[in-house]
């Protein structure tokens, strides 16, 4: 196991703006680190720079002590699943996870016993002698994960593995992957747009967008201390409020609705704010309280009301601010046209850069 240092890289094309800019993070050894943001961020990018396929512009990349910046994809010590799976469609699920070893020479007894290992740990044992065309769309995902894995590499990159299959499948791959990198022990930068998906498979997440790296951090950090509005809002769900500072103190500050009512919110230790700013407070849907009109923050009109099973979802006006509100499933919740007060949980403000 060993860690992965992108040390400002960046990539740009021609005199074009940079693709990617200054992303500067290290990955843990064994750490299963996923790339997230929506389409044309610069994740997948980032992800071939790792992998050789493309040239920084700016920036070194480390694996370990060792610079691998110039060095060929070949030469990197890297296993690479693809959005499209890239399988030989002539060879059998055996001989396509061996494929590896082959290029490398490895003897055949030697083959033999880390094909057999590899197909055990993604569950496809039973399968070695089977064409790849008879085979399910997260069976041949799982075969190319074995294929990455059989070869032993420092650095295990995934591109999007998922994208191609329907919901269930989505669910059952990803458990397998997860299982089988932690197994291995393996050093993983995963790439996906899928918030759902990146919350649940990863240790960390570095949230990108328009090739800026926004935020790093666990699930948790990501999605109840969110660093900018755009993170506040990409993960999950979010209502992003302006607002202006009343009074600061150390870990937080009183701040002012542009909506009216005032709320408590906590800030990160390297967000300064001073009376008068004018910031942008977070605030999830599950942390807005419905309560009688007059009595909470502030109040508003029920615009929609949506029945989801154990909760129910609300799109809730106040003038020209739109909120969404998640409540425990009643029989007195209101409908729409009913006016309500709202108010926000204890501690579950949180400013973020805009």
Known sequence: MIPVRLDRVGKRYGTNEFVVNDIDVTIGSGEFFTLLGPSGCGKSTTLRMIAGFVAPTTGRILFGEREVTSTPPNKRGTGMVFQNYALFPHLNVAQNVAYGLVTRKVPKP??????????????????????????????QQRVALARALVISPEVLLLDEPLSNLDAKLREETRTEIRRAQREAGITSVYVTHDQAEAMAMSDRIAVL??????????????????????????????????????????????????????????????????????????????????????????????????????????????????????????????????????????????????
Do not use: K, M
Not at 126 to 131: C, E, F, G, T, Y
Not at 319 to 326: I, K, M, N, P, Q
């Open 110 to 139: 030697e083959r033999t016993r880390r094909v057999e290992r590899a197909l055990e740990s993604v569950g496809l044992g039973a399968l070695a002698d089977r064409p790849i065309d008879r085979l399910s769309g997260g069976q």
């Open 209 to 354: 967008d328009a090739g800026r790296l926004h935020q790093v951090g666990t699930p948790r950090e990501i999605y109840h201390r969110p660093a900018t509005a755009f993170v506040a809002r990409f993960i999950g769900s979010s209502n992003v409020l302006d607002a202006e500072v009343v009074a600061s103190s150390p870990d937080g500050a009183v701040v002012e609705l542009a909506s009216g009512g005032r709320v408590e919110a906590a800030r990160p230790a390297d967000l300064a704010v001073a009376a008068g700013d004018r910031v942008a407070v977070s605030v999830r849907p599950e942390n807005l309280r419905l309560t009688a009109p007059g009595t909470g923050t502030l109040d508003a009109v029920v615009t929609a009301a949506e029945f989801t099973g154990a909760s129910s979802q609300f799109d809730v006006a106040c003038g020209d601010l739109e909120l969404s509100v998640t409540a425990p499933d009643s029989a007195e919740l209101p409908r729409p046209g009913d006016t309500v007060g709202l108010r926000v949980d204890p501690g579950h403000a949180w400013l973020v850069r805009r």
